[in-house]
Nanobody, 122 residues
Framework: QVQLLESGGGLVQPGGSLRLSCAAS????????MRWYRQARGKQRDLVAT???????NYADSVKGRFTISRDNAKNTVYLQMNSLKPEDTAVYYC????????????????WGQGTQVTVSS
């Protein structure tokens, strides 16, 4: 089975920075696109950023110019560097990835991290 382990969340002041990490482990054959989502209290879960297997990126308009998604394929890890943080960035952040695994046969599944809380407040 595959696990996505997130880290890096916490409390920061407006204008501050934070870097989230999400490492995949297990019998991984390959990882396709990796994504970050966020869900604020009482609201739907929204896509924040995407990075493809070749490194192409896309961002939600609300974070464009402030957030940077990257990946380290050797470590099966995706990062989200968050700069110039605003109170409206407060949410639980989730990583997501399409992963092909091997367990006798090959299987393609979507996996989610457990979520990490980011709070931006003075």
């Amino acid at each position: 089975q595959v696990q996505l382990l997130e880290s890096g969340g916490g409390l920061v002041q407006p204008g501050g920075s934070l870097r989230l990490s999400c490492a995949a482990s297990g019998s991984i054959v390959s990882i396709n696109a990796m994504r970050w989502y966020r869900q604020a209290r009482g609201k739907q879960r929204d896509l924040v950023a995407t990075i493809t297997s070749t490194g192409s990126t896309n961002y939600a308009d609300s974070v464009k110019g402030r957030f940077t998604i990257s990946r380290d394929n050797a470590k099966n890890t995706v990062y989200l560097q968050m700069n110039s943080l605003k109170p409206e960035d407060t949410a639980v952040y989730y990583c997501n990835a399409g992963i092909t695994i091997y367990s006798g046969r090959v299987y393609l599944n979507e996996y989610w991290g457990q979520g990490t809380q980011v709070t931006v407040s003075s």
